[in-house]
C-alpha cells in the first residue's frame, strides 16, 4: 500500500530511534497494522492517524512509555486523534 510520504519519513526516523534489537520486529509489525487499518478506512495511502493507532494497538505495555516519548518527538501528535484511550 501507498504511504504519504511526509508520514513514511517520520515513521522511518522514529524506527531508527528504536532500539536495535527491537527494530526490526516494531517496523513489522506496526507498518503492516498500519497499512491494515487504512485499508480499512478505504484510504488510498497510509495516513498519520494508521500509524499512531498502529502503534498504540501492537506494542507491549513495557514499551508503552518509550513509545509515546518517541511518537511526541518524532512529530506524531497521537493526542489529536485521541490516543491515549482511558
Do not use: C
Amino acid at each position: 500500500m501507498l504511504w504519504n510520504p511526509q508520514t513514511e519519513n517520520k515513521f522511518k526516523v522514529l524506527i531508527s530511534k528504536i532500539p536495535v534489537f527491537h527494530r526490526h520486529i516494531t517496523e513489522s509489525v506496526v507498518r503492516g497494522q498500519a497499512e491494515k487499518l487504512a485499508a480499512q478506512r478505504n484510504a488510498g495511502q497510509v495516513e498519520e492517524q494508521d500509524v499512531v493507532a498502529a502503534f498504540f494497538s501492537d506494542v507491549p505495555s513495557p514499551f508503552y512509555s518509550m513509545m509515546v516519548r518517541l511518537l511526541g518527538q518524532n512529530g506524531f501528535d497521537y493526542k489529536k486523534y485521541g490516543f491515549p484511550k482511558k
